[in-house]
């Protein structure tokens, strides 16, 4: 699974978003069905399943750590904040265990586009993801188009 930060009315069109948006169209396409049914508020989550080139079923789980600054079309991302990061880290956790994920990746959350420090959001990851079960690989950089090793195989 890979997990990974954004607003409620994100446009996906920077870093890991717009690489996950390039990907899997479908999953900005279900994301916007989504929250014209039910709207989602900064500290939730989005979970969403697809089928990756290889066949295999890719989970990617949107974690809303940033607000909306504004209203309507004008509106934009704000910055993240700590609160934020910290409620969307716990249903990250319980989704993790009810969904019976083997292993989740995930950025240094929150700390590009969101505006955070890494130590400041990393005892957040430490609480909540320390006992989930499984392995949590965070990445440090995020290279378009560079396969990571994440030791898992």
């Given at each position: 699974?890979?997990?990974?930060?954004?607003?409620?009315?994100?446009?996906?069109?920077?870093?890991?978003?717009?690489?996950?948006?390039?990907?899997?169209?479908?999953?900005?396409?279900?994301?916007?069905?989504?929250?014209?049914?039910?709207?989602?508020?900064?500290?939730?989550?989005?979970?969403?399943?697809?089928?990756?080139?290889?066949?295999?079923?890719?989970?990617?789980?949107?974690?809303?750590?940033?607000?909306?600054?504004?209203?309507?079309?004008?509106?934009?991302?704000?910055?993240?904040?700590?609160?934020?990061?910290?409620?969307?880290?716990?249903?990250?956790?319980?989704?993790?265990?009810?969904?019976?994920?083997?292993?989740?990746?995930?950025?240094?959350?929150?700390?590009?586009?969101?505006?955070?420090?890494?130590?400041?959001?990393?005892?957040?990851?430490?609480?909540?993801?320390?006992?989930?079960?499984?392995?949590?690989?965070?990445?440090?950089?995020?290279?378009?188009?560079?396969r990571a090793d994440?030791?898992?195989?």
């Amino acid at each position: 699974m890979i997990a990974h930060g954004i607003a409620p009315h994100d446009h996906f069109d920077t870093g890991l978003a717009l690489a996950l948006r390039e990907r899997w169209p479908s999953m900005v396409r279900d994301y916007r069905h989504a929250i014209h049914a039910k709207p989602l508020e900064a500290g939730e989550i989005w979970a969403w399943a697809g089928v990756d080139a290889d066949g295999r079923t890719r989970g990617i789980v949107n974690l809303l750590t940033q607000g909306m600054i504004g209203d309507g079309k004008a509106a934009k991302p704000g910055k993240a904040t700590l609160e934020n990061v910290s409620r969307s880290l716990k249903a990250l956790a319980r989704h993790l265990r009810d969904e019976k994920v083997t292993s989740v990746a995930l950025p240094r959350l929150a700390t590009g586009v969101g505006g955070l420090e890494w130590s400041d959001v990393k005892p957040l990851v430490r609480q909540h993801l320390g006992n989930v079960g499984v392995p949590v690989v965070v990445y440090d950089v995020y290279v378009k188009g560079v396969r990571a090793d994440e030791g898992l195989g």
